[in-house]
């Protein structure tokens, strides 16, 4: 993971990483199984901007 992401981010990927692994991710509202690598990454992503970790912004 690159040094510019925080602590937080690095262990909310490393563990959604993980989940998709083990088949347990499961996308938003929907519920629907990730497939994608990088739909887990920004899964991660995700939650640790929602828990205040140090993440770049989105890019729209």
Not at 1 to 18: C, D, F, I, P, R
Not at 25 to 43: D, P, Y
Request: aromatic share 2%; hydrophobic share 25%.
């Amino acid at each position: 993971m690159s040094t510019h992401y925080g602590k937080k981010a690095n262990e909310k990927v490393g563990k959604a990483l993980h989940e998709l692994k083990t088949g347990e991710l499961k996308s938003g509202t929907s519920g629907k199984k990730v497939k994608s690598r990088k739909q887990a990454i920004a899964i991660g992503l995700s939650e640790a901007r929602k828990a205040g970790g140090k993440v770049p912004p989105t890019k729209h």
